[in-house]
T-cell receptor, first 116, second 117 residues
Framework: AQSVTQLDSQVPVFEEAPVELRCNYSSSVSVYLFWYVQYPNQGLQLLLKYLSGSTLVKGINGFEAEFNKSQTSFHLRKPSVHISDTAEYFCAVSEGVTGGGNKLTFGTGTQLKVEL | GAVVSQHPSWVICKSGTSVKIECRSLDFQATTMFWYRQFPKQSLMLMATSNEGSKATYEQGVEKDKFLINHASLTLSTLTVTSAHPEDSSFYIC?????????????FGPGTRLTVT
């Protein structure tokens, strides 16, 4: 069975500072990895995904993540955050080789709070 | 593209009544749709996987007679909370996966806030 651990429940950071949100996963097979963002009272928006190929994945809003198979990690980074980045961020993993019909397992989420 | 809508966005109902939530894929066909439940400041918990034209597959601990799921077409899945009680109050989110898609991702709806009084 797959699982996802987000080590930080909250991450406060000042505007224009860099940020890293940590994500580790556990799985016995190859996985697909995702980061989603959720703004208050809204659904989830995909930030980026790793399916295969280059381990450095670039997403929307200036975010990027690096897949590290040996450390089973998929940390999310942004070099300079903005107030508007304040939101909940979820890391998720999917197993299997078929399409999006596979189940996603989510981490517990990290609340990113950007302060002036 | 790949927009998923939910209706209603919020609903208040009395204890003992039933509530139906719709999930629609607006610009694509979705063979598979998922229903999640999210409690305040918590993660999403998968309730069930819904495949068009077949019975939904429920996760362990989810009462299938209480949370009725119907996926009658490639663009619509519904979740009916029957005999709702205050403990059913939650944020319900659906997602849809592209039919035959190769993007290996789910597209999420905006969620439905259910409050049972």
């Amino acid at each position: 069975a797959q699982s996802v651990t987000q080590l930080d429940s909250q991450v406060p950071v000042f505007e224009e500072a860099p940020v890293e949100l940590r994500c580790n996963y556990s799985s016995s097979v190859s996985v697909y990895l995702f980061w989603y963002v959720q703004y208050p009272n809204q659904g989830l928006q995909l930030l980026l995904k790793y399916l295969s190929g280059s381990t450095l994945v670039k997403g929307i809003n200036g975010f990027e993540a690096e897949f590290n198979k040996s450390q089973t990690s998929f940390h999310l980074r942004k070099p300079s955050v903005h107030i508007s980045d304040t939101a909940e961020y979820f890391c998720a993993v999917s197993e299997g080789v078929t399409g999006g019909g596979n189940k996603l397992t989510f981490g517990t989420g990290t609340q990113l709070k950007v302060e002036l | 593209g790949a927009v998923v809508s939910q209706h209603p966005s919020w609903v208040i109902c009395k204890s003992g009544t039933s509530v139906k939530i719709e999930c629609r894929s607006l610009d694509f066909q979705a063979t598979t749709m998922f229903w999640y439940r999210q409690f305040p400041k918590q993660s999403l918990m998968l309730m069930a996987t819904s495949n068009e034209g077949s019975k939904a597959t429920y996760e362990q601990g989810v009462e299938k007679d209480k949370f009725l799921i119907n996926h009658a077409s490639l663009t619509l899945s519904t979740l009916t909370v029957t005999s709702a009680h205050p403990e059913d109050s939650s944020f319900y989110i659906c997602s849809a996966a592209l039919s035959g898609g190769v993007t290996y991702e789910q597209y999420f709806g905006p969620g439905t806030r259910l409050t049972v009084t």
